[in-house]
């Protein structure tokens, strides 16, 4: 098996990729990454000399590189991670959005459909179904209704998937799956900003009152979870992967400051983000009746787990952290911090 990660130097893509080259040794894994300000080739300091972890350095919008390498590699399927991720980005620029993550889907689909590929393995996300209210889950049923211009451009994504299997007859799998938590998260994302800012004992920006609700999922669960529905998913199946750990932002942040011993002072409530989704709970009823799958890992624990990690890995984020992520961080926090 011959099987191309796209986004394989992100934060997913890379526990996925090392995932992979763990548990199914014998496929080759062509790892196919712009390496923007999110993907990183450190990540994979242990694959360094592993003939079957080949990374190729494109944009997933480029045809004819894409058409290449799935020639040359003959890869078997796509597993379709590369995006632009974060929430926050896409509401001071959507462009790159729309660029990557809806034109991008669609320049892979139209490879994949003329090579003729077995399987599209579709990674979405539960913010395509939009907020919900304090009770009920969503399920593959709910009707998609994005909020952000990060979330429109994965429900388009999403939709445009399922009508290639629908209309062309491709093979594809769609994951909608929950808030991921682990290592090697850029330190833009919950988790890893608030460890990190506490550790420099700068202020913990939490948006509004603290009280949006999300349903987080380890990374490694999220990992198995793809390689089942790639394995036994049904052609043109939806499927919801969560975490049944359902938190408020607050006590995630308070969690984490008292995992790295700092005095919850350190708290500061900012303006809320726009269009902010109050809260997202997923049913992975279909996941574990259908293909037996169901998350292992205990919040808590996993949690004091991985704020070790990057306490232990300094160096990890302070390289990724510089450039780019310097700017951002001012343009997104500099007002509301003051
Ligand atoms: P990430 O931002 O950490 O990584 C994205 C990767 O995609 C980076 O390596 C980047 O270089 C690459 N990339 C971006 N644009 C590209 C392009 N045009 N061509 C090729 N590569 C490009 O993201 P992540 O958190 O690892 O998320 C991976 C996928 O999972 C995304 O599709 C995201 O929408 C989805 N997802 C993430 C979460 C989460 O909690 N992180 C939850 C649900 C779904
Ligand atoms: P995030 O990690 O950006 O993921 P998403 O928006 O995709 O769910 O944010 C998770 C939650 O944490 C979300 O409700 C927004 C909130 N948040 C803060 O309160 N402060 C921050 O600095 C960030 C980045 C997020």
């Not at 209704?145 to 994504?157: E, F, G, Q, V």
């Not at 948006?207 to 999922?217: A, E, I, K, P």
């Not at 939806?238 to 995630?252: A, K, M, T």
């Amino acid at each position: 098996m011959n099987v191309m990660v796209t986004g394989g130097c992100g934060f997913i893509g890379s526990n996925l990729v090392k995932w992979l080259r763990k548990n199914r040794p014998s496929w080759k894994v062509v790892n196919y990454d712009k390496l923007t300000y999110a993907g990183n080739l450190e990540n994979f300091k242990e694959l360094e000399n592993d003939p079957n972890h080949v990374f190729v350095k494109g944009d997933i919008g480029n045809r004819e590189l894409v058409d290449h390498v799935i020639r040359s590699h003959k890869i078997d399927a796509i597993m379709h991670l590369a995006a632009e991720s974060h929430v926050d980005r896409s509401i001071l620029g959507p462009e790159a959005f729309i660029v990557t993550n809806v034109l991008g889907t669609n320049v892979l689909l139209e490879a994949a459909r003329h090579a003729k590929l077995n399987r599209f393995l579709m990674v979405s996300t539960d913010e395509v179904y939009g907020s919900l209210g304090p009770t009920g889950f969503f399920t593959e049923t709910t009707p998609l209704d994005p909020s952000s211009p990060y979330s429109s451009s994965k429900a388009s994504a999403d939709l445009i998937t399922l009508a290639y299997e629908h209309t062309f007859g491709l093979d594809v799998v769609v994951t909608r799956c929950s808030n991921n938590y682990g290592p090697f998260q850029f330190p833009e994302k919950l988790i890893p900003l608030m460890v990190v800012n506490a550790l420099h004992d700068r202020p913990l920006p939490v948006y509004g009152d603290g009280t949006n609700v999300r349903d987080w999922l380890h990374v490694d669960d999220h990992c198995s979870a793809l390689v089942t529905a790639l394995e036994k998913g049904k052609k043109g199946g939806v499927y919801n992967i969560g975490g049944n750990s359902e938190r408020q932002n607050i006590q995630i942040v308070k969690a984490i400051l008292g995992l790295v011993g700092k005095p919850e002072s350190l708290i500061k409530h900012v303006t809320d983000r726009l269009g902010h989704d109050k809260r997202y709970a997923i049913d992975a009823t279909k996941m574990k009746t259908e293909l037996g799958w169901a998350p292992s890992h205990v919040f808590e624990k996993a949690l004091a787990e991985t704020v070790k990690w990057y306490v232990d890995n300094r160096p990890w984020w302070e390289r990724v952290m510089s450039g780019e992520y310097k700017k951002y961080f001012d343009t997104q926090y500099s007002a509301r911090l003051s």
